[in-house]
């Protein structure tokens, strides 16, 4: 499954998608991000290294839960390993359904969180 999620997002970043168009790059570090995309299982041993990444990153930070284990455990969610919902770790901001998603589910994930972040007021 893990092999899926990460190919539905080569997949998006790919030339028939394009992400770079849009303005999502990758980045490596979390002092540079603005977003994390979480694709596939957390589990309990993760969770504390995720809230580390989570809180390195300058605000604001943006948090897309993308398919179903990533948004409440998925085939695992009755495993005493894994967390059931990334929002039990970290604030999330766009959930993507799917098993797996789609690239074409990614790319209205991130459409959503755009939006959201033109609707928001500046403090």
Same mark, same amino acid.
């Given at each position: ?5 990460? +190919? ?45 990444? #989570? ?6 930070? #943006? ?8 948004? +409440?455990?998925?085939? #695992? ?47």
């Amino acid at each position: 499954y893990q092999r899926r999620v990460h +190919g539905e997002m080569m997949q998006a970043y790919a030339s028939r998608y394009d992400l770079d168009r849009m303005g999502v790059i990758p980045k490596a570090s979390p002092r540079q991000a603005d977003m994390i995309i979480i694709a596939g299982t957390l589990t309990n041993k993760m969770a504390p290294c995720l809230r580390t990444v #989570y809180e390195q990153m300058a605000a604001p930070r #943006y948090v897309i839960s993308m398919g179903s284990c990533a948004n +409440g455990g998925g085939y #695992y969610h009755f495993s005493y390993s894994v967390v059931r919902g990334a929002n039990k770790v970290i604030p999330v901001d766009v959930y993507v359904p799917g098993c797996p998603p789609t690239a074409e589910a990614l790319i209205y994930g991130i459409l959503l969180l755009q939006r959201k972040i033109k609707t928001q007021e500046v403090t």
